[in-house]
């Protein structure tokens, strides 16, 4: 059974977030659970922002992977909406991804409330701009580097913090 689970889970880790090419969704932290009974998986992901589009493509691309296995004769993906995603949940190498693809990891500590340190993917300076904070999508900001003039997204910080959620 955990060998059929670690296959799944492996299928699972190629897809990538359909936005950002390249980082998959598991580096991104949205896989929570892979079950497996006999030749039917399950697996449940969570949001990384309840706002953010895209979410039935991620969970198509998902199933589409998963019954590449020869022996799946179902795949069914859930979205956990009682889980809560955070900007920890990226992994090392969610985060070098992204900084390849010139988008900022999230900070690895934060603050809430308060403005967070961005360095640029590019040249790692620390002398930025916030250009617009609101980025292509909710989950996005884009920046601007006053060092190699480059303008690069950021990864805004999401903290699984229960009490600032109304
Ligand atoms: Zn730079």
Redesign the pocket.
Known sequence: MEAKKREVLEQVKKVDDPELPNVSVYDLGMVHEVQVEESRAHVTMIPTFAGCPALDFIKKNVETAVRELSWITGCEVTFSFNEIWSTDSVTEEGRRQLKKHGVAPPPDEYTPGEEWQVD??????A??SMENVFGPTACRSILY??????P?EAMKPVIRDKTLAR
């Open positions: 640029c993917p590019y040249c790692g300076s002398y930025v580097c006053r060092s190699c003039r480059n690069f």
